[in-house]
């Protein structure tokens, strides 16, 4: 019996690893976003001075793991053996909640989840235990349930989103009626005031407010708490006197200082408040299996009161926790992914939208412009003139292509405000979710800052939307699946361990699979590239590299879509849909640049913008002909409808072969840029369309004489039709290219 729960034991250590190395790649983007989103370091200074911030915070920890030991039930009330089930279902929930969310690049709060999932394990033991027990009802379950603590860390949890947002929204709109867009000159006269106070902030609460909560520092406690006014006038005097050093002395830009160290500090505080999320489980688990082990009673007689007296962590596994966290943050792609979602929310640019608009989006952008235009008859017009004027931003057009996601004020204040509510929860013990906090700190400076415009609002407010309906995902499927595993573990006992231990294993690699295919099909092809020319000559050149791309793809899928109906093979029709979906998107966001290529043209190019025009419609047209032959292909077979006749597939597959050659050998012209010869593909232009319009004819005497099916004869004239209408758009394309850039060349 000893042995069955030392197992278990080590079960929950490898757990641990792997919930390190899945809660790391989600929460990365709580210290991340602000150093990538302003570039104001190179991207490997800024993951050295995370590394380093994260094992120190993950070194000076300990004073957070009770939270996991009885923060949410009351451990008397539960023997050993429940303990241990309560501890393998949450760990077990845990990481398949966190790596479901990495995979599709969400941020989600692991305090949350953890919490909810320990919540949730309780509940459904706490009802196995009251169902043993004639005496007990429903009703008592709270006495098994730490429930004051449970509602301190929810309620914590929703205000500070509330809080996050309107602090950072606030400091944000003041710091930018301050310094405004066009801040350079301002910095160089009183910045270093500004970094100094930002950085002794940063200072107090993150190393002194977070490290305070710990064992470590237990000892200078009384020492913050009466001399209070004079460390922050210290700290604020040296500071200054760094900042004023570099400002004056060395003509170094104050904030990347703050940059660096607000990275550093978020790093430190993230560890230090989160790793209970990860670790504080399988702690609890050895702490009780080590109390019970020598104690000679049975597992289901042992009380776990032991639970409820602090119990400072190991520091080598704390060394070793740390060591983990800072090999995932180097080497976790989907790390990465989520740091991307939430600087794409938080730029200041126009650009591609990760998500679509919805009914509340709209609601709150129509709501909001009406509240906007209500206060302008409140407001005097000079004081909204001296407004506007703080916030009027640099031209689009002369900001270089690869310009930050926001600038330095911006990121200075998403770290100051985000490490300091940050660590004053941390010092209350509180598991503060640090997710939520930093992103809703991002996405209140991002609407102070008038990031949303009325071009993207929608977008950005969407996506936050869909964010925080996540957190509330993560909530409610933490306790359900938390509570479920824990049944199952209790009815089943090892047989059930190993078997969600098996597919727990098998879903974490198929993420890793679908994640890493994901990336991979992105580098798969050569994307549609943005015109940056201001020349005909640079358009022109950036156009052919875009036709022969689209060209490459488009006979890949029309292939795809021809050989997937003949053969009835669902699955090639779906990935059609999914290549075509994407082709289409990427034409999109070339057409979504069109106000910047046109404002970046040069006076003598500017009739290069009709022939981008012209050329972006033809490669609209292609692609939407393919997008309706792969729906209503995949439609046909998923429906299971009759499969079409041999020789509809006959005629078919003649038409393919000379679709495919025809957009081989335009493709083959473009790729060589020997645009003489499109003259060749243009003479071909009514042999094709003949072809075409031939087999037209032929199904029509068909349709008359031998069809019986409908479905067949509808799918089969509406791919003629579409393959026709491919034709045209192809041709008519070389015909632009021909008659535009021949002669410019």
Not at 88 to 106: H, P, S
Not at 321 to 344: C, D, H, P
Not at 497 to 510: E, P
Request: aromatic fraction near 10%.
């Amino acid at each position: 019996m000893d042995q069955m729960y030392f197992y278990f034991v080590v079960i929950l250590a490898v757990l641990a690893v792997v919930d390190l190395v899945v809660g790391v790649s989600n929460d990365a983007v709580n210290f991340l976003n602000s150093a990538i989103g302003s570039k104001a370091i190179s991207f490997k200074k800024i993951m050295i001075i995370a590394s380093i911030g994260i094992f120190f915070g993950a070194v000076f920890s300990s004073g957070m793991m009770e939270v996991a030991r009885s923060g949410i039930f009351v451990p008397s009330e539960f023997y050993f053996n429940e303990i241990m089930i309560i501890f393998l279902a949450v760990m077990i929930t845990d990481i398949l909640l966190l790596d479901f969310f990495n995979t599709i690049g969400m941020p989600t709060s692991t305090t949350v989840s953890i919490v909810f999932e320990l919540l949730g394990a309780a509940v459904i033991m706490a009802l196995i235990k009251i169902a043993a027990i004639p005496e007990q009802s429903v009703s008592d379950i709270w006495q098994y349930i730490n429930t004051d603590k449970a509602k301190e860390i929810i309620w914590g949890i929703i205000l500070s989103v509330l809080i996050s947002f309107t602090i950072g929204a606030l400091v944000m709109w003041l710091s930018r009626l301050i310094f405004t867009f066009h801040y350079k000159e301002k910095i160089k006269r009183f910045g270093f005031v500004f970094a100094a106070v930002c950085l002794t902030g940063i200072g107090y609460f993150i190393f002194f407010k977070g490290l305070g909560g710990t064992p470590y520092a237990a000892q200078i406690k009384d020492i913050l708490n009466q001399s209070l006014s004079t460390i922050l006038l210290g700290m604020f005097g040296f500071w200054l006197l760094v900042t004023l050093l570099i400002d004056k002395v060395f003509k170094k830009d104050v904030l990347v200082l703050v940059v660096g160290v607000g990275t550093f500090g978020l790093a430190l505080s993230f560890s230090g408040n989160d790793l209970v999320n990860f670790i504080g489980v399988p702690m609890a688990a050895y702490h009780s299996f080590e109390a019970w082990s020598g104690s000679g009673i049975a597992p289901h007689e042992f009380s776990m009161s032991v639970l409820t007296k602090k119990v400072p962590a190991e520091p080598l596994f704390l060394f070793f926790a740390g060591g983990v966290m800072v090999i995932t943050l180097w080497f976790s792609k989907k790390a990465r992914t989520v740091v991307e979602t939430s600087v794409n929310l938080s730029r200041q640019s126009e650009g591609k939208e990760r998500f679509q608009s919805n009914m509340f989006s709209r609601s709150i952008v129509r709501g909001s412009t009406r509240l906007v235009d209500a206060l302008g008859f409140v407001i005097p017009q000079s004081i909204q003139d001296r407004i506007d004027k703080s916030f009027e931003r640099p031209d689009p057009s002369t900001q270089p292509k690869d310009a930050p996601a926001f600038d330095l004020i911006r990121a200075a204040i998403n770290l100051t405000v985000a490490g300091i509510l940050i660590s004053v929860a941390t010092s209350m013990k509180l598991p503060l979710s640090t997710t939520y906090v930093t992103f809703m700190v991002a996405m209140g400076t991002s609407l102070a800052d008038k990031a949303w415009g009325r071009d993207s609002a929608v977008y950005r407010i969407a996506g936050v939307l869909n964010v925080i309906g996540g957190w509330f995902f993560t909530a409610a499927v933490a306790f359900v699946v938390s509570g479920l595993l824990a049944y199952l573990i209790f009815i089943g006992e090892t047989i059930a361990i190993v078997v969600l231990l098996i597919i727990a294993g098998g879903l974490i690699l198929r993420n890793f699979l679908a994640h890493r295919n994901k990336t991979d099909g992105l580098i798969a092809f050569t994307a549609l590239k943005i015109s940056e020319s201001k020349t005909i000559q640079g358009i022109i050149e950036e156009s052919g590299q875009n036709i022969t791309h689209v060209i490459s793809r488009s006979h890949s899928i029309y292939e795809d879509v021809i050989q997937g109906l003949t053969r009835q093979d669902e699955a090639l029709l779906k990935s059609s849909k999914k290549k075509i979906a994407q082709l289409d998107q990427e034409i999109e966001d070339l057409r979504n640049h069109l106000f910047f290529f046109i404002k970046n043209l040069e006076e003598q190019s500017v009739k290069g913008s009709n022939f981008y025009l012209n050329t972006l419609g033809h490669l609209t047209d292609m692609a939407q002909c393919l997008e309706l032959m792969a729906k209503r292909s995949l439609k046909h077979v998923e429906n299971n409808h009759k499969t079409l006749r041999y020789n509809q597939i006959k005629d078919l597959m003649e038409i393919s072969v000379h679709t495919i050659h025809l957009l081989k050998d335009t493709e083959e012209i473009f790729n060589k840029k020997d645009y003489k010869n499109l003259t060749v593909i243009l003479e071909r232009r009514d042999k094709s369309l003949k072809v075409i319009s031939d087999k037209i004819d032929k199904q029509i005497s068909r349709t008359r004489s031998e069809e019986t099916s409908a479905k067949n004869t509808t799918l089969y004239f509406n791919l003629l039709l579409e393959t026709k209408d491919l034709h045209k758009s192809l041709l008519a394309l070389v015909e632009e290219y021909h008659k535009s850039a021949v002669l410019a060349l």
